[in-house]
């Protein structure tokens, strides 16, 4: 369905998308230290990518165009996609968040629920977080360059260590 976004006075139209994500415990239980996501779009082409960091290794799902892609790399600034030679890069180009939003929403929740936050721990609402919009570039080998846009994230649950 056709979305708008505004950005600083500036307005964007274009095809949108939504996630549901249902849990059956709660969210800090889970055992990730870090959380990627992100969301490509071009003129007649689409990525979605999610990489769960944890202690036994790193689990992750890339679609490109609705095809699941295995052994990719993802970071903060690149996807490697190997099935396609493709190689999408990200400037990183505008923040859209950058900060701690666990703990202040939880912050903003503990006055209606006592003893909440006594059941969370701490490394769990101190977890950092970043999102950005890119100007992003998705490079297919002998096939050209696909320039397009990206809003990605990364959350470190690991604050007190290097992250993930």
Known sequence: SAVTL?????????????????????????PMQGLRWGHFTSSGHWGVWIEINEESGDRQWVWWDGKLQAG???SDTELFLPEINGTLKLDCGKVLEADKKIRQVVGKLVRYLPG???IIPESFLLADA??????????????????????????????????A
């Open 6 to 30: 505004d950005l600083e006075g500036q307005q964007y139209s274009g095809e949108g998308y939504a996630e549901v994500l249902e849990m059956t415990f709660p969210t800090w239980e889970a």
């Open 72 to 74: 990719c790399r993802i």
């Open 116 to 118: 909440f936050r006594k």
């Open 130 to 163: 970043c999102k950005w919009y890119s100007g992003a570039t998705m490079s297919l080998g002998q096939h050209g360059e696909i320039p397009g846009r990206a809003i990605h994230e990364f959350v470190n649950f690991n604050p007190f260590g290097n992250g």
